[in-house]
């Protein structure tokens, strides 16, 4: 007999702006930029923008900053 198994999207899971940035806060301090599109992506289709341009990454910040902003989120920086 096999293992069963079931899908998992992070998306499902983004269901409050503190879940949103908590998942941010860790893919930043990764510091990963494919896993930073990536996340943002997912954040982008939890609040349903299904048609939101899709990130990779070879984007510029300029607009990982566009897309912060149309999620209603913004950049910041912090001492380490």
């Known amino acids: 007999m096999g293992i069963e198994t079931t899908r998992w999207d992070a ?3 983004l269901d409050s702006v503190e879940a949103v940035l908590a998942y ?13 599109a990536a996340a943002l992506n997912d954040v982008a289709r939890a609040r349903g ?3 939101a341009p899709g990130l990779d990454a070879s984007v510029g910040l300029g607009e990982v900053i566009r897309m912060l902003k149309a999620l209603g989120l913004e ?3 912090k001492a380490a």
């Open 24 to 36: 941010l806060e860790a893919v930043f301090e990764d510091g990963n930029p494919e896993l930073i």
């Open 11 to 13: 998306a499902d899971h």
């Open 75 to 77: 950049l910041t920086a």
């Open 49 to 51: 923008m299904p048609g």
